[in-house]
């Protein structure tokens, strides 16, 4: 356990709100989440001013901070998906750490947890229980595959869950096996669904005079939720989609393309007034009004045309050329970015998109910056991931009241 010295300053419950402290402040949460998707859902509502206290096991921490990459041995995910938070450690499992942990709950407005469904219930912790000292409590619960069906019991990890929704059968090239997502991106769904989710309670709870409830996020449904062309398609037609590569398939032209130096960019006309100003641009306004490429409907049935039409001008130009050329016509292109070209593009530097923040052993690390922006009061990155347990004293003597005596015990007992 790391003691902080920070000051125990807890979000002001009514009264003068301070805009520069974010729309969230008065909020607390306690995160019991591990890995991924509950960390980034947490951190997202820490960004814009949630008091987020994380819970780690005492002696072990979050499993997350030995997924990599590394530096040095030492997480580098780690300390933006779980920044501006409190850290405490604490054994759930232990009566003594129960009683703790529904003490805490008793001051929160939001729990996040994102264990298999039914462990917080074995444990004496569910809702149900919580809510007997908290009526107005939010719970909300992300897993692989729901709180409820067949499959709720499942081990729930974000690539096998991307399969599961349907995502992964149409990632890749025909003649090649299908492709898993080079992110977390099952996670990172649910995470941002679960901070919708907490928004809407607390929204039907604070302004709409409800109380507490229960929100159920799955990893797959965060993924299905946004495929909402292939239910249609099957639906209406019988058609099942298949792998394409990287080309869009309601679109064209749309995909990625090499221009003269070599460089890979992309380029899209998903309306037919972009495809008109595409066609101008590279001097063939007979597109236009051709029959085969007058619709984006017959673009997409002459695909194969299209993009031969246009992969030889960009395979003629540099991307400097392509780039003066279609974005003075209006025309979506750009090049693929390697992080290394995200650096250097002032875009990036203009808007703040990347923030560095201090670290205790990685002195400045770079993260995303706080999306999305708001005039009035803005999102922040205040500070890295917390050490474990880095604030227990803050928060179980200063918040919950225990005397250094009693801390000491806990310790000693390896409840935190």
């Not at 820490?46 to 590394?70: C, H, L, S, W, Y």
Request: hydrophobic share 35%; charged share 25%.
């Amino acid at each position: 356990m790391s003691p902080s010295n920070e000051p125990f300053n807890p979000a002001p419950r009514g009264g003068s709100l301070d805009p520069a402290r974010g729309p969230l402040q008065g909020i607390r949460v306690v995160d019991v989440t591990h890995v991924i998707a509950g960390p980034f859902a947490t951190g997202l509502l820490a960004d814009f001013g949630a008091e987020v206290i994380k819970i780690e096991q005492p002696g072990t921490g979050d499993p997350g901070r030995n997924m990599g990459p590394f530096a040095g041995g030492e997480s580098l995910r780690f300390p933006s998906l779980n920044r501006n938070k409190k850290g405490i450690t604490l054994d759930l499992r232990h009566p003594r750490g129960a009683e703790l942990f529904r003490r805490l709950c008793a001051t929160a407005d939001v729990l996040v947890e994102n264990f298999r469904p039914g462990t917080l219930e074995r444990w004496g912790l569910g809702p149900e229980v919580l809510r007997q000292d908290n009526p107005d409590l939010i719970v909300v619960r992300i897993s692989g595959y729901g709180q409820t069906g067949p499959d709720r019991d499942k081990a729930g990890f974000g690539t096998p869950a991307t399969a599961f929704a349907g995502l992964t059968y149409i990632l890749g090239y025909p003649d090649r096996p299908p492709m898993n997502p080079p992110i977390p991106l099952a996670d990172l769904l649910a995470g941002t669904f679960a901070a919708m989710a907490t928004l809407l309670s607390l929204y039907w709870r604070d302004a709409r005079g409800g109380r507490g409830q229960d929100a159920d996020i799955s990893l797959y449904e965060s993924v299905f939720r946004l495929l909402e062309d292939l239910p249609a398609q099957y639906s209406v037609t019988g058609t099942i989609p298949e792998r394409r590569g990287g080309s869009p398939g309601g679109a064209s032209p749309a995909g990625t393309y090499r221009t003269a130096d070599g460089k890979w960019v992309v380029l899209v006309c998903s309306t037919d007034s972009t495809f008109n100003r595409l066609a101008e641009a590279i001097g063939r306004p007979d597109m236009i009004t051709d029959p085969r490429f007058s619709t984006n409907a017959r673009r997409v049935e002459h695909r194969e045309e299209v993009d031969a039409i246009v992969s030889d001008w960009l395979g003629r130009r540099t991307w400097e050329e392509v780039k003066r050329t279609l974005d003075a016509a209006g025309v979506p292109v750009s090049l693929v970015y390697s992080i290394a070209d995200i650096f250097d593009d002032p875009q990036y530097r203009a808007r703040e998109s990347i923030v560095t923040v201090d670290h205790p052993r990685f002195g400045r690390i770079a993260m995303p910056g706080v999306v999305p922006r708001l005039s009035a009061t803005p999102g922040r990155v205040v500070r890295a991931a917390p050490d474990p347990g880095e604030h227990n004293r803050m928060v179980y003597r200063d918040l919950l009241g225990l005397t250094d005596g009693e801390l000491e015990e806990l310790e000693r007992l390896k409840v935190i």
